[in-house]
């Protein structure tokens, strides 16, 4: 070993965070299924983001009340292309704004519920013992309850704001979560890295964080993408069952329910709005499905 | 085996095998031949990655969706079953041609009784009745020598244990009377003892049912003590056939004299006759070199010679039995030329203490819940994991814990490490007491100055940092330095020590090689310039030319900082060749401990007896007394009373070994033996090695007159 007289090492270049991020997301093109995903999910985001440009009217403006698709509103010009609703409000503007609020919520509300769920998922598999005892029990009776009953108690007792959903899916998916953190860390913490990490001393937050949670990324990023699906269904769940947030906001779910009795003579007025959420969820599903496929394959 | 006149059962000719994934044809196997005639046995050896698996697989015509032979023949009693149809395939495995697989669990369905799938191979292949088919297999089980076939007939696999297992494999191949016997690596899951049974067996089968063999194994020892030909396979190739005497004797391939230094013989020593790893790497399938494929990393390479054109198989000139070499040179290499480089080092004398071992017990409380186990008040039992060690370690000597699995070594790691606390007994390390520290309690030095080297190379890193990363972690959390220039230096420097390019820092585990992510397992475990090394098993899962170079590594390493290394393993040929000093244990308790002559000499404990004669030699100038132990390795939850190893002891004296624990016989300073036996007695045993012609008689006055290996 020579002294440290050769102080310069030369480091190599190293790629940054994000360039291998973008490196695994090109992966994704070796998955039709994935792709196809890839490609609903990214048009609902661009179109929630550039809603403003999209929207041919006020998503909230009443113009003219039930217009068919393709009807044209005689003062601006403008073709309503899905129709209008009974208060006469842009069918199209409103499923375009309204993405917005599922796009905020869902990944907001999805991405709390990880977050308690590993915690509650790494503190179990990893120590055993009592905690598993105890974190396992609670989560057991969490799942079962019939979920949408917790969900009506939470929102009708605190109100329907965006916090209460966002903690009523937290409370209902937590457990999902930490059962198969839980599963995973129980596999991973055996692992010979895991017993050099013990073996030096390292603080169980390090281990857990460091040593066990990157290396159950694979299975957690599909789990998210699959969970993200089922809580865009729960947002318009409760949308529908005037859980959701307060109107006149758009909400995907809150416009079927507003206009479900009028659906045998204009279909058209929950025909779309569910559309949109079956797509976004199938969008969501397929790039579930192409993750899997490519982290099997690496 | 010059004889022509015996039928050839297989005949493989030209073999071709490509797979074909999305980056194009792989060539796996090129250009191999191979005769097989009744009732003899073949060995074909070689490293992972060399397509001998791939053979037998053809030989089955299994060998998937993305599998194919793309060129010549493999006949199969003269006819060649490249060609055949699914049906004619499905009447020919399993009743011609039978495999028998590395893990007999994985084998046997865990739903049906080992009776039903065994009894099933007549009934489907010939039709036989009920009766019959259960005679035959009740039979067979005799045969393959398991004790009480008829209980076996009846029990599910889980009941039986891992080398009963596989001998029920054994017996459903068996069963159908094939002509062709596939082996591949039969007994690398079992145990060294169990392991000496089965090769046992399987050496008899060709003999008592005529069954021509193929036995697939990367041990070149196993082969030499069940074949009568070998095939050494490099890349694809077959790069060197011919009768084991000439192949170990006379060998006539760089390659298969590689193999030979690299593997730790008798004759091999870390002092004066070091280990001698192959250079460089198994080239990748797609990224064969021009001409002879063992080019880039033989010695003797020429340009013009040994490329660019392929090398043929060609005749060694001179011998009596068939004898090919693949290498273009054999004629002009001096075979009798030393490998490497002939350095020397000088024996290092141990220092100070560094480790004090002294009745440790380590206990596991295990919790019976039952109605039964409350109400008889034995709701709780206790694992005796380790049961009370005492030995000790000096500064720079390498000392060697070996046993087999429940031996209660790995559970003396840990609690060495830590990560659980002794229940009596005292630890001292470099003058502290440790026993019942646990390693978050302990001063950051302590912990710094004892560190692991771990088994599996493929978990040994974490597979989401890089290696520089985990390198540096170890030097800042140990505070060896802690300025970021500083820390890169020395992971640099760490580097350069296990000798990997430096470019390895941004590297993840998964671009490198087994053997890559051992030598940075053990760069960090000499990150925090440790006073002892805990070394658990750390070559047994690589490939011999790789684990030549990583134990060289370990040793030097391990030299120039006067470490202790404490090296755990089963493998008592790595351990005779690298230990100052050898403790063996059984089940939790140490059977014997002393220097590395002492415990491979008489007097012996009769387990390390066993556990000797149970390691394969490939050396065809040393024989050894066979003794099989009978019986299984108990459970470590029920160990035996009195001697834990009375239930398999071969020279077990009575009912006292049953009782009474035994005394700790005191041969000298450094060797002790725990046994009942007199030391006399067990000073008067004949040695498990002696020394042959390569024709196989005894020369001198070592050798055994009669065998002591009676019950």
């Known amino acids: ?298 | 085996m010059t004889d022509d006149a015996r039928t050839p059962v297989l005949e493989i000719e030209n073999l071709c095998i490509s797979y074909f994934t999305r980056a194009g044809e792989i060539p796996a196997v090129a250009d191999f031949n191979l005769t097989v005639y009744e009732g003899e046995s073949i060995g074909l050896v070689g490293e992972s990655g060399c397509g001998k698996s791939t053979v037998a697989m053809a030989i089955m015509r299994y060998l998937g969706s993305n599998g194919g032979i793309v060129g010549g023949s493999i006949k199969f009693k003269g006819r060649d079953i490249t060609h055949l149809s699914d049906e004619e395939l499905r009447k020919m495995r399993g009743s011609e041609v039978a495999m028998i697989y590395q893990e007999p669990m994985a084998a046997l369905n865990p739903s049906l009784t080992i009776g039903a799938q065994l009894m099933e191979v007549p009934l489907i292949h010939e039709g036989v009745s009920e009766q019959e088919a259960y005679e035959r297999s009740r039979q067979m089980l005799a045969d393959v020598k398991l004790p009480d076939p008829d209980r076996v007939m009846a029990a599910y696999p889980h009941q039986i244990s891992g080398g009963q297992q596989q001998r029920v494999v054994i017996a459903m191949a068996l069963l159908s009377k094939p002509a062709l016997l596939l082996l591949d690596e039969p007994t690398t899951a079992l145990d060294v003892t169990v392991e000496a049974g089965i090769i046992e067996l399987i050496a008899e089968i060709a003999q008592k049912f005529g069954t021509a063999q193929l036995f697939i194994s990367h041990n070149l020892g196993l082969v030499r003590e069940t074949c009568d030909r070998i095939c050494v396979m490099y890349s694809g190739e077959a790069v060197e056939t011919g009768t084991i005497a000439d192949v170990f004797t006379r060998m006539r391939h760089p390659y298969t004299r590689g193999l030979f230094g690299a593997i730790p013989l008798p004759s091999a020593n870390k002092n004066d006759r070091p280990l001698v790893a192959i250079p460089g790497q198994l080239p990748l399938p797609h990224q064969r070199p021009e001409g002879c494929n063992f080019g880039p990393r033989c010695d003797y390479f020429r340009e013009g010679v040994c490329a660019p054109q392929a090398v043929a198989m060609r005749d060694v000139s001179g011998a009596a039995n068939p004898h090919q070499t693949r290498c273009a040179r054999f004629e002009e290499i001096d075979w009798d030329a030393p490998l490497g480089t002939g350095q020397v080092n000088e024996p290092i004398e141990p220092g100070e203490l560094v480790l004090v071992v002294d009745g440790m017990r380590k206990y596991y409380e295990l919790h019976d819940r039952s109605v039964k186990a409350m109400l008889s008040g034995e709701g709780v039992k206790y694992v005796k994991a380790n049961e009370t060690l005492s030995f000790d370690a000096r500064k720079a000597e390498v000392v060697a814990i070996v046993g087999e699995s429940g031996c209660g070594k790995s559970t003396f790691a840990k609690v060495l490490m830590g990560l659980e606390t002794a229940t009596e007994g005292t630890i001292t390390f470099n003058g502290d007491e440790i026993e019942s520290t646990e390693v978050q309690q302990r001063p950051r030095e302590q912990v710094a100055s004892m560190q692991m080297v771990f088994q599996n190379p493929n978990d040994t890193l974490n597979p989401s940092m890089t290696v520089g990363g985990q390198i540096s972690r170890v030097i800042r959390k140990f505070g060896v330095e802690s300025d970021a220039d500083k820390v890169h230096d020395r992971v640099m420097r760490l580097l350069d020590m296990v000798k990997l390019p430096r470019d390895f820092y941004h590297r993840r585990p998964r671009q490198l090689s087994g053997g890559q992510k051992q030598r940075v397992g053990v760069a960090r475990a000499f990150a925090g310039n440790p006073a002892m090394v805990i070394a658990d098993e750390p070559v047994s899962a690589l490939d011999v030319s790789v684990q030549a170079a990583v134990t060289e590594l370990l040793m030097e390493i391990q030299r120039e900082h006067g470490t202790t290394l404490l090296f755990i393993s089963h493998d008592l040929s790595v351990v005779r060749y690298l230990a100052d000093r050898i403790v063996v244990m059984y089940l939790g308790q140490i059977m014997e401990q002393g220097t590395t002559e002492e415990v491979f000499s008489p007097p012996y404990h009769p387990y390390t007896e066993a556990l000797l004669s149970a390691v394969p030699i490939a050396d065809t100038t040393i024989d050894k007394r066979k003794i099989v132990l009978e019986g299984n390795l108990p459970s470590v939850v029920n160990p035996p009373v009195g001697c834990p190893f009375h239930t398999r002891c071969h020279r077990k004296i009575g009912k006292i070994c049953e009782t009474t624990r035994p005394p700790v016989l005191v041969d000298s300073d450094t060797h002790q033996i725990a046994c009942h036996i007199p030391l006399e007695e067990l000073q008067a045993v004949l040695p498990v090695f002696f020394a042959v012609d390569s024709d196989g008689t005894p020369t001198g006055g070592g050798a055994p007159a009669e065998s002591t290996a009676g019950g």
């Not at chain 1, 993405?99 to 990880?114: D, E, F, K, S």
């Not at chain 1, 129980?186 to 010979?192: E, V």
């Not at chain 1, 006149?248 to 079927?256: A, N």
């Open chain 1, 1 to 298: 070993m020579a002294a440290s007289t050769e102080a310069a090492i030369p480091l190599p270049p190293r790629q940054s965070g994000l360039v291998r991020f973008a490196r695994s997301l090109a992966l994704l093109r070796e998955s039709p299924v994935g792709m196809v995903g890839a490609g609903i999910v990214l048009a609902w985001a661009l179109a929630a983001i550039f809603a403003p440009l999209l929207a041919p009217f006020d998503p909230n403006a009443t113009i003219l009340p039930f217009q068919r698709p393709g009807a044209v509103d005689p003062t601006t010009g403008h073709t309503f292309w899905l129709g209008t609703d009974k208060i006469g409000r842009d069918i199209l503007s409103r499923i375009i704004y309204g993405g917005r609020r599922v796009l905020i919520y869902g990944p907001i509300a999805t991405a709390a519920a990880y977050v308690v769920g590993i915690a509650m998922g790494l503190a179990a598999g990893y120590f055993r013992g009592w905690w598993d005892a105890v974190l396992s029990r609670v989560s057991d009776i969490v799942l079962s309850f019939p979920i949408f009953v917790l969900y009506v108690i939470v929102i009708s007792t605190y109100g329907a704001s965006g916090l209460n959903i966002v903690l009523a899916i937290i409370f209902a998916s937590a457990p999902g979560i930490m059962r198969i953190v839980r599963g995973l860390t129980l596999d991973l913490r055996n692992r010979d890295y895991v017993a050099a990490a013990q073996t030096r001393g390292e603080h169980p937050v390090y281990i857990m964080l460091v040593e066990i949670l990157p290396n159950a990324r694979g299975p957690l990023i599909v789990d998210a993408c699959l969970r993200l699906g089922y809580v865009t269904i729960t947002i318009g769940t409760l949308g529908f069952l005037g859980l959701g947030l307060p109107p006149p906001d758009p909400d995907w779910g809150g416009m079927v329910n507003e206009n479900r009795a009028l659906a045998p003579a204009f279909p058209h007025m929950i025909v779309y709005p569910c559309l949109a959420i079956s797509s976004l969820v199938l969008g969501l599903n397929l790039l579930a499905d192409g993750l899997r496929e490519i982290s099997i394959k690496d």
